[in-house]
Nanobody, 115 residues
Framework: QVQLVESGGGLVRAGGSLRLSCAAS????????MGWYRQAPGKPRELVAT???????TYSDSVKGRFTISRGNAKPTVYLQMNSLKPEDTAVYFC?????????WGQGTQVTVSS
């Protein structure tokens, strides 16, 4: 059974940085598409960044130029480097893997940016 385990969330002041990590346990066949989503209180979950199996990346307009998604070289791992954080980035961040056999979600990690 595949599980995604996230780490790296926390409390940071505006302008600071955090790096989120998400690693898969269990067997994932092939190279999954990977992504990060976030959900703020009272708002729907929104896409933050994606990395396709071919290595292409996309970002939401709200984080473009500040966040960077990248993949690990060993077991399926995805990172989100977040720089120049703003209070509006405060949310629970979820990682997501999409494979031919199904989709997997992390449990979420809280990111809080104080002004």
């Amino acid at each position: 059974q595949v599980q995604l385990v996230e780490s790296g969330g926390g409390l940071v002041r505006a302008g600071g940085s955090l790096r989120l990590s998400c690693a898969a346990s269990g067997s994932i066949f092939g190279i999954p598409a990977m992504g990060w989503y976030r959900q703020a209180p009272g708002k729907p979950r929104e896409l933050v960044a994606t990395s396709t199996s071919g290595g292409s990346t996309t970002y939401s307009d709200s984080v473009k130029g500040r966040f960077t998604i990248s993949r690990g070289n060993a077991k399926p791992t995805v990172y989100l480097q977040m720089n120049s954080l703003k209070p509006e980035d405060t949310a629970v961040y979820f990682c997501h893997f999409a494979t031919g056999l199904g989709d997997y979600w992390g449990q979420g990690t809280q990111v809080t940016v104080s002004s």
